[in-house]
């Protein structure tokens, strides 16, 4: 298993200069590109900085964070996904970062589950549309809040198998598997190669429904049955990345360099009892 970094760990203070530096510095093997960092950096640094960076640094690009709110939106809306979508592919060309997080919008109304997945359905398939051809695969990361459209893994889950492209593909993340009470038994159901991305983190002791992102913790810190994701991850073959994804304002206001590298020590200790860290 690679361990990667997730840029929203240190998403207040630091940049994506500064999370390259310091993640090559303490060994990650992969990085989680945000988009907003991206934008910043390319305020003063070209693509092809970022291109000639990964060329000689052992950490490598393994994905960019986010298209957000993809489905239920309107021309304007939409028209700015799509802007963000080519864009992402026009520098993942120039990196070789060939994967793209996209979310489900929250507050969208009175719909059935049959009309979310219709709808996420047809947003998905007219974004890879655009993605596939690129060479890009699209990975949909359910999230675990009550007000999300797609907030369980059985939920997410569905709506990719009835994609059924090998472009599209899911984000496995703990935090949002636990927060909505999603079941191990789809988990368990899932083939390996669907999963995408994994994300790795703990939670606080909320009752379901009640956790937001600012309550997670470092892997091992938390309540999460992180052993059962694992075991499981383990049973069914997935043995690609684990990226450490904290929301976490307190975290936020360390040190980035400790950040980072708590990080990495806290997410080993979690992954080695079940896979070889590589
Ligand atoms: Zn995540």
């Known amino acids: 298993m690679k361990i990667c970094f997730n840029e929203a760990t240190t998403m207040k203070n630091s940049t994506l200069e500064k999370d390259l530096e310091l993640c090559e510095k303490a060994g990650y093997e992969l990085i989680e590109i ?166 790795i983190d703990d939670a606080e002791d909320l009752p379901i429904g009640a956790l937001r992102d600012n309550n997670r913790l470092w892997p091992g810190e938390g309540v999460i049955d992180l052993d059962a994701i694992l075991s499981t991850l383990k049973k069914i073959g997935y043995n690609e990345m684990a990226s450490v994804e904290l929301f976490r304002p307190e975290y936020w206001d360390w040190d980035i360099e400790k950040a980072i590298m708590v990080g990495k020590e806290k997410t080993e200790q979690v992954v080695s009892k079940y896979f070889e860290v590589e």
């Not at 799509?82 to 060309?93: A, I, P, R, W």
């Not at 007219?126 to 369980?152: I, M, Q, R, W």
């Not at 939920?155 to 935090?175: E, P």
């Open 34 to 199: 945000r988009l907003d960092k991206l934008r910043d950096y390319l305020k003063d640094h070209t693509v092809d900085d970022l291109a000639a960076f990964f060329a000689k640094s052992g950490i490598k690009p393994y994905a960019f964070n986010a298209l957000e709110f993809i489905t239920f939106r309107d021309e304007k809306g939409y028209n700015e996904i799509k802007e963000n979508l080519k864009f992402l592919c026009d520098v993942g060309d120039k990196i070789n970062c060939k994967k793209i997080v996209v979310v489900p919008t929250f507050d969208v109304g009175n719909y059935t589950k049959a009309q979310i997945k219709e709808e996420t359905v047809r947003a998905l398939n007219d974004l890879a549309g655009y993605a596939e051809p690129h060479g890009f695969k699209l990975a949909f990361e359910f999230v675990g809040y009550p007000n999300c459209s797609v907030n369980t893994f059985g939920q997410a889950y569905n709506i990719v198998k009835a994609v059924n492209r090998d472009s599209v593909g899911i984000v496995l993340d703990c935090f949002h598997f636990h927060a909505m009470g999603s079941r191990i038994e789809d988990l368990e159901k899932a083939d390996p190669k669907k999963i995408f991305i994994f994300h």
